[in-house]
């Protein structure tokens, strides 16, 4: 569904992606992971034509069809939806605002009712405005937000990030029920063991280059590859 072909880009002179290669298929959660600033934020936003990094080489398709050289809004409404690292929300928007303002009936698109339902949080919290709402509020909405718009692809750029662990669970749950629906998902993560609770394939990443890929249990099962490259002893 979506492929990823020798993949360069750069900030300015400093290059942060190198020559990547990698694919997702449809209702396949695959798992990018790396020690902070190797690259797996600039892969997302340069899957998502968002400017920064520019892109030097290399090719992004999405059934087929190229995405580079789109714009971001343009590549969004090919059904590729993105939960950004930071929620990236609005302020002064309520829950329920952020909601309804997508709510267009796209195809496979979540409902209101379906995001309330989903995390019910959100629901005791609609009348909230985005700056009232906590780091695990505010991720949660911005999931919800994303599946608005009807996902065939999901880009989440550490949707953990800060979270209880009960909180932790109830996304795991989410990510597991949108495989199910056929949705692929591109899942950037340092919570390693949500990561691989959820995940049916994984890439690391190293200086902006693939430096490992394979299964979950291959990769739990190799120590030196979780130490060279994730740090875990």
């Known amino acids: 569904m979506l492929e990823i072909t020798k993949l360069s880009a750069a900030y300015g002179e400093a290059a942060v992606l190198d020559g990547v290669s990698m694919q997702i298929a449809e209702g396949e959660i695959v798992a990018l992971l790396g020690r902070n600033g190797m690259g797996k934020t600039s892969l997302v936003r340069?899957?998502?034509?968002?400017?920064?990094?520019?892109?030097?080489?290399?090719?992004?398709?999405?059934?087929?069809?190229?995405?580079?050289?789109?714009?971001?809004?343009e590549?969004?409404?090919?059904?590729?939806?993105?939960?950004?690292?930071?929620?990236?929300?609005?302020?002064?928007?309520?829950?329920?605002?952020?909601?309804e303002m997508l709510d267009q009936g796209l195809p496979?698109?979540?409902?209101?009712?379906?995001?309330?339902?989903?995390?019910?949080?959100?629901?005791?919290?609609?009348s909230n405005r985005g700056n009232q709402l906590s780091g695990g509020e505010r991720q949660l909405l911005a999931i919800g937000r994303a599946l608005m718009t009807g996902p065939r692809i999901l880009l989440m750029d550490e949707p953990t990030e800060g979270l209880a662990p009960v909180t932790v669970?109830?996304?795991?749950?989410?990510?597991?029920?949108?495989?199910?629906?056929?949705?692929?998902?591109?899942?950037?993560?340092?919570?390693?063991?949500?990561?691989?609770?959820?995940?049916?394939?994984?890439?690391?990443?190293?200086?902006?280059?693939?430096?490992?890929?394979?299964?979950?249990?291959?990769?739990?099962?190799?120590?030196?590859?979780?130490?060279?490259?994730l740090g875990i002893h």
């Open 46 to 73: 340069s899957i998502m034509g968002l400017g920064s990094p520019h892109l030097i080489g290399g090719n992004v398709r999405f059934d087929g069809k190229d995405l580079v050289g789109l714009r971001s809004h």
């Open 75 to 99: 590549i969004a409404r090919r059904r590729i939806g993105y939960v950004p690292q930071g929620r990236r929300l609005f302020q002064s928007l309520t829950v329920l605002e952020h909601l």
């Open 108 to 126: 496979g698109a979540w409902s209101v009712r379906k995001v309330f339902d989903a995390f019910p949080r959100l629901e005791e919290r609609k």
């Open 169 to 229: 669970e109830l996304v795991e749950n989410v990510l597991t029920d949108l495989r199910k629906q056929g949705i692929g998902i591109l899942l950037v993560e340092q919570n390693l063991y949500s990561a691989l609770a959820v995940a049916d394939r994984v890439y690391i990443f190293e200086t902006g280059r693939v430096v490992w890929q394979g299964k979950p249990a291959e990769l739990l099962a190799d120590q030196a590859i979780l130490h060279r490259y």
